[in-house]
């Protein structure tokens, strides 16, 4: 058990010992908590980027879809964007 593992403190030695093994551990944690934020920010990082390729991909469809003379309610039904969102975007393609 913990008993057996610990060891008993008889010099400054031992002390310092305990002082440079605690310093070792820290730094392990702290590498593994950076290790975490940066996997996280990574995955965050990819969310975004194909929700931003998916509503650009939106967008190109829309703009080809209104192009071609189809009404508003029609592109909501074949893309299953909102009325709003297929608004917005006819709005941006007359400019």
């Given at each position: 058990g ?12 031992d002390?310092?010992?305990?002082g ?11 590498e593994?908590?950076l290790e975490k934020?940066?996997?996280?920010g990574?995955?965050?990082g990819?969310e975004?980027?194909i929700e931003k ?9 829309v703009?080809k879809m209104?192009?071609n003379?189809?009404n508003?309610?029609d ?7 909102s009325?709003?969102?297929?608004e917005?975007?006819?709005r941006?393609v007359?400019?």
């Amino acid at each position: 058990g913990i008993k057996d593992e610990c060891k008993e403190l008889n010099t400054v030695e031992d002390l310092t010992e305990v002082g440079s093994m605690l310093e070792t551990n820290v730094k392990i944690w702290e590498e593994k908590i950076l290790e975490k934020g940066i996997e996280k920010g990574i995955e965050k990082g990819i969310e975004k980027g194909i929700e931003k390729g998916i509503e650009k991909r939106d967008l190109e469809i829309v703009t080809k879809m209104i192009e071609n003379g189809i009404n508003s309610a029609d592109i909501r039904k074949m893309t299953g964007l909102s009325l709003a969102k297929v608004e917005q975007i006819k709005r941006k393609v007359r400019k």
